[in-house]
Nanobody, 123 residues
């Protein structure tokens, strides 16, 4: 069973940075595309970024392009999301899954969602 654990969230001021980690157990992440997703209060969950397995090509939601960077460290079986220039609209619970999806994900099927990690951007 695929188990991914998200960490690295926190409270940060607008313009600040955080690095989220997605660590895997029971699966080798380098065999999967991995995506980061978020759900803000009162909003549907959306795909924020993902990284392909074949060549590491990243994809980003338009609103985070140029601010977020996804990467993977196969030696640590971990995928990261570096988030810079954070804005209040980035406030959400962030999740990772071994699947790629950007924007609306209502049509997709996922593994069970983990706890996620809370990101709060506020002054």
């Amino acid at each position: 069973q695929v188990q991914l654990v998200e960490s690295g969230g926190g409270l940060v001021q607008p313009g600040g940075s955080l690095r989220l980690s997605c660590a895997a157990s029971g699966v080798t992440l380098d065999a999967y595309a991995v995506g980061w997703f978020r759900q803000a209060p009162g909003k549907e969950r959306e795909g924020v970024s993902c990284i392909l397995v074949e060549d590491g090509t990243p994809f980003y939601l338009d609103s985070v392009k140029g601010r977020f960077t996804i990467s993977r460290d196969n030696t640590k079986n971990t995928v990261y999301l570096q988030m810079n220039s954070l804005q209040p609209d980035d406030t959400a619970v962030y999740y990772c899954q071994p699947i790629c999806g950007i924007g609306s994900i209502a049509h997709m099927t996922f593994h069970s969602w983990g706890q996620g990690t809370q990101v709060t951007v506020s002054s």
